[in-house]
């Protein structure tokens, strides 16, 4: 392990590298490493040809720093393989726009094929994404024409169909802790997300590749307990040190936070309770489908405040809530707020989480939808100008037995909530049960087949998936089935004999029922 100066990691990475990093917007992001290489750039135009491979997207948020777009904008990169853009639009737009190669592939299967894609098993052979967009007999996760490379192959063993994911090699790890001491192990002890940092320093030790760590500061070994050190020292060729807190934000809002380091706990809620509107009447009816005990993965999207309504209601200790990021329990923020996530329960690093998640550790997950077909294919990542990318999505969607997807009905609808009914006073502009999807990133099918129990609520019914597609099971308090549901889809679903009106209860103010409802063994 040598530690060198910011100056001298230009000298590393050279034209045509595979860059891999662990990051989650601003946490574990080695800014400091990404600054240097970009100012070098506009100096000397090198490095370029670059392969970008992250699981998640990689911002500041802020304007302030150095980011996924600073290398797009560059035209530094030639290949980018990830799961989710969310918060970098020059890069977006790159790729709708063919000016380079991309691929979206499943966050899960990203982080974990690291280390489990070695010498001695060569390939990652997986079932996930096996009839989703991912799948090679779909578009192989290629997102654009530009990309043409299969990294996705359709294999057979034992009768049995399965995704083999072929990776590329990793030339340098851009890697990111708080601390090394003087033998070059790494420590994580300010950071909020423990990502997968040691499986890529692994990958691209083995491949006789360069890791280089951004730390705050070089400690005297000693200092901290042998069993608190991530990543060993002896997969560590180079330590930079960054004394300038810009570019070692601990959250995108927070330098640091001693809280969300779990160094202590908040007495209190980090935000106030949700407004009654209908995102909250959404939630609501979607949180009544929450069984006692149950161990529960919430997505991105309206399912993130969640944790907020379960506090609210006081029935936050009858479930334990996970992200993928590797956060159990506590009180999951949302809105400003995202990511900040305080007293939780187990914090566990980000490919360990997908290990939880693989081997059944998940009873249910909270899913949202950006599209929903006549079959109950979902699409969540390529809808109108967006092209957000699939991210957990399909791996959490083929590992649970349960799921409930929530969302708006219609885009665009303009809805009030007046004692205990819902007013609609516009309609909306978009469809979003649509004849087909733009992209299968749920496939019902298959949903059948592996026997998930499927919901889909909307603040205007709950549909229930069978096998001839959707039924709609409910319907919300002074609507009109003809009218407010069908008329605004593209398709006509099932419709029960029984079919119940919502209760009128979650439509006001204030609740106070789902504790209640999460204990009772009554479900729809």
Wanted: aromatic residues 10%.
């Amino acid at each position: 392990m040598k530690i060198i100066p910011l100056s001298k990691v230009t000298d590393i990475i050279k034209d045509d590298n595979t860059i891999a990093m662990a990051a989650l917007s601003s946490a574990n992001l080695p800014a400091a490493l990404l600054k240097a290489l970009v100012d070098h750039y506009d100096k000397v135009q090198t490095p370029k040809d670059l392969t970008f491979m992250l699981a998640n997207d990689i911002s500041d948020y802020r304007g302030d720093g150095v980011d996924l777009d600073s290398f797009v904008t560059r035209n530094m990169i030639k290949r980018l393989i990830t799961s989710i853009i969310t918060a970098s639009p020059a890069t977006i737009r790159a790729m709708k726009e063919n000016k380079m190669e991309a691929y979206y592939l499943p966050q899960g299967v990203l982080t974990t094929h690291y280390r489990n894609d070695t010498f001695a098993s060569p390939g990652y052979l997986t079932r996930i994404g096996l009839n989703t967009n991912v799948d090679p007999r779909y578009h192989g996760g290629k997102v654009n024409q530009r990309t043409t490379k299969d990294l996705v192959s359709l294999v057979e063993v034992d009768q049995c169909l399965y995704l083999k994911y072929d990776f590329p090699e990793i030339d340098i790890a851009l890697l990111r802790g708080t601390y090394a001491d003087q033998d070059g192990n790494i420590y994580m002890t300010h950071e909020a997300h423990l990502g997968e940092g040691y499986s890529v320093a692994l990958k691209a030790h083995n491949n006789g590749g360069k890791v280089i760590v951004q730390v705050k500061a070089v400690i005297q070994n000693g200092k901290f307990n042998p069993q608190d050190v991530f990543i060993p020292g002896k997969l560590v060729d180079y330590i930079v040190i960054n004394d300038n807190p810009r570019y070692h934000r601990q959250v995108m809002q927070s330098y640091y936070d001693p809280a969300l380091a779990g160094e202590y706990r908040v007495s209190e809620i980090q935000e106030p309770f949700l407004q009654l509107n209908i995102r909250k009447v959404i939630l609501r009816r979607a949180a009544q489908f929450l069984r006692l005990g149950d161990v529960v993965s919430i997505g991105f999207g309206i399912n993130n405040d969640l944790s907020n309504l379960l506090i609210e209601e006081r029935a936050d200790d009858l479930v334990q809530l996970n992200i993928d990021t590797g956060v159990f329990g506590g009180m999951i923020s949302s809105g400003q707020n995202f990511g900040m996530n305080y007293n939780v329960s187990a914090q566990m690093r980000h490919d360990q989480t997908w290990d939880f998640i693989y081997n059944g550790g998940l009873d249910v997950a909270y899913l949202s939808f950006a599209e929903i077909d006549a079959l109950g294919n979902v699409n969540v990542s390529k809808f109108g100008d967006k092209m957000n990318g699939c991210g957990g999505f399909i791996d959490i969607s083929q590992t649970v037995k349960r799921i409930v997807f929530s969302g708006t009905m219609v885009a665009g609808g303009q809805l009030d909530l007046n004692n205990g009914y819902i007013n609609i006073n516009k309609q909306g502009h978009a469809h979003k049960f649509v004849e087909h999807v733009g992209s299968v990133d749920f496939n019902a099918q298959y949903a059948q087949e592996l026997g998930q129990e499927v919901y889909f609520v909307t603040e205007r019914g709950v549909f229930e998936l069978m096998n001839d597609g959707l039924k709609l099971i409910e319907i919300a308090p002074g609507l009109d089935i003809e009218k407010d549901i069908i008329a605004h889809m593209d398709f006509k679903p099932m419709i029960a004999e029984d079919i119940k009106v919502t209760d009128p209860a979650i439509y006001q103010d204030k609740w106070g029922g789902l504790a209640q409802v999460i204990k009772s063994e009554y479900r729809i």
